[in-house]
């Protein structure tokens, strides 16, 4: 199979071009060379998607490819340019997407039919523009391509070259024991998916020309759960009110000064308790979080334990609502 990766340099797309790659397939990432380049085995075409179309997506106009993984994270445009040069010479496409367009955050157990946000528009407002762009985008690849389109919409990806700092926050945290501050919501579904089986399962959908709309996440757990098997199996967790913390200037989810994982209760409640049956009927397979922990840890070393971090809270900052709890 000879698959397009658009993108290959960086964390998702890297891992689904490594995984293409020992699966023996013949792998061509596009990407601006800014982050990287692809893994070893993997051509490389360099192009800039903010360019003008004639030096933009043009520059792939002509190819053919066996399956094309696109994970295009705020400019429909780029999506829109990439399927008019090469949908009709492409057997399967792939495009990354994520849980966050689905309207109803507060209700458990809905799968991928869900009602999801608006398109994105003029009018959409700053803190809309990243998922409405990713409902206006695979809005494009599923009338582009019907039946040969496979929308993947992963929640929180945890694994090595995560970008965000989030989960590894997790990991890293409990090596360096003491009182563990988290969200009084520790019963709270919680979905964690390893970037390794996602990138799995986005191969093993081109070589089967798996389509459809489908959620990629792992069945939900409650919080304190994801924590013990994330390496809090014998920490003090202190729970910390989700008020404390907002009062605190402590942020949900991901960002600094944060608490990743916390996703406020109870409008977030249907956030992370998908109901997957139908993507693990369709291929998904999962490792073991505490396997995923091991990894993200591991990364977070080659990084460094006491590095400043895109998420998760300081020492200090931690100390500091620990007291006041």
Same mark, same amino acid.
């Given at each position: ?228 098997? +994330?390496?809090? #199996? &014998?920490?003090? /967790?202190? $729970?910390?009110?989700?008020? *404390?913390?907002? @009062? ?30 139908? +993507?693990?009927? #369709? &291929?998904?397979? /999962?490792? $073991?979080?505490?396997?995923? *922990?091991?990894? @993200? ?29």
């Amino acid at each position: 199979m000879k698959m397009l990766v658009l993108g290959g340099t960086v964390f998702l797309s890297h891992a689904v071009a490594s995984v293409a790659l020992r699966r023996g397939h013949t792998v061509v990432c596009a990407h601006r060379g800014r982050s990287g380049l692809a893994p070893a085995g993997a051509k490389d075409l360099f192009l800039d998607r903010d360019d003008a179309p004639a030096d933009g997506s043009e520059a792939l106009a002509g190819r053919r490819f066996d399956a094309v993984v696109d994970v295009a994270t705020r400019e429909p445009r780029w999506v829109r340019e990439a399927l008019t040069v090469l949908a009709a010479g492409a057997k399967h496409w792939t495009f990354v997407s994520s849980v966050s367009v689905y309207a109803d955050t507060a209700t458990p157990g809905q799968d991928a039919s869900a009602e999801r946000v608006a398109v994105l528009d003029a009018h959409t407002p700053d803190e809309q523009k990243y998922v409405r762009a990713k409902r206006s985008s695979e809005d494009a690849v599923l009338e582009t391509m019907g039946d040969r389109a496979f929308i993947v919409r992963p929640g929180l990806v945890a694994g090595p070259g995560d970008p965000s700092d989030r989960y590894g926050y997790w990991p890293a945290r409990f090596t360096r024991g003491g009182p563990v501050a988290v969200p009084d919501t520790l019963a709270a579904p919680t979905q964690v998916i390893d970037v390794g089986d996602v990138a799995a399962w986005i191969v093993t959908a081109a070589e089967h020309r798996l389509h459809g709309c489908f959620d990629a996440v792992a069945p939900a757990q409650p919080l304190g759960e994801v924590l013990a098997r +994330s390496g809090g #199996a &014998g920490a003090e /967790l202190v $729970p910390v009110s989700q008020h *404390a913390l907002l @009062a605190a200037g402590v942020s949900p989810w991901s960002g600094p000064r944060s608490l990743p994982l916390w996703a406020p209760q109870p409008e977030m409640a249907g956030f992370g308790a998908r109901d997957v049956s139908a +993507s693990l009927a #369709a &291929g998904l397979a /999962l490792r $073991p979080l505490t396997e995923t *922990a091991q990894r @993200a840890l591991a990364h977070e070393k080659t990084l460094g334990l006491g590095r400043q971090r895109k998420s998760g809270l300081t020492p200090e900052d931690e100390t500091r609502i620990l007291k006041g709890a």
